[in-house]
């Protein structure tokens, strides 16, 4: 059996909710970095917004706008240009999911059962667009 290729403004996995105000990189370090090291080590990097700054080996992100009256170089706006373009199809899925499913427009339920429905609504996504 073959499968469709995956949509890549499509999340393939969505990371559990963490409790409280659980900053991005500390989640991120639980769930998801572990493996993106190891990918690293194959040499796929992963790109990210500026919040995984210090994130570890193969985590890209855009260089930091220096301080007042220095500018950025044409290459280091290139590379900011690309970060943000390419992540731009993560942001357009995220919100996909959100306009798309009602559940997960104000939600404020347990953590754990926050995961479930976004678990089952990114399921759900995948199957209504046949991936």
């Not at 995961?115 to 759900?124: K, Q, R």
């Amino acid at each position: 059996m073959s499968y469709p290729p995956a949509d890549p403004k499509s999340p393939l996995w969505v990371s559990p909710v963490e409790p409280g105000g659980t900053h991005d990189l500390s989640a991120a370090r639980i769930h998801a970095l572990p493996l993106l090291y190891v990918a690293a080590g194959c040499g796929v990097p992963t790109l990210a917004d500026k919040a995984y700054t210090g994130a570890g080996a193969g985590i890209r992100v855009p260089v930091r706008r220096p301080r007042r009256g220095q500018v950025l170089d044409r290459s280091t706006r290139g590379w900011n240009s690309y970060v943000n373009s390419t992540r731009a199809f993560v942001e357009h899925g995220i919100a996909h999911l959100k306009t798309r499913w009602r559940a997960l427009r104000r939600v404020s339920l347990c953590p754990w059962r926050i995961s479930a429905i976004v678990a089952t609504a990114l399921v759900l996504s995948q199957l209504e667009n046949r991936y």
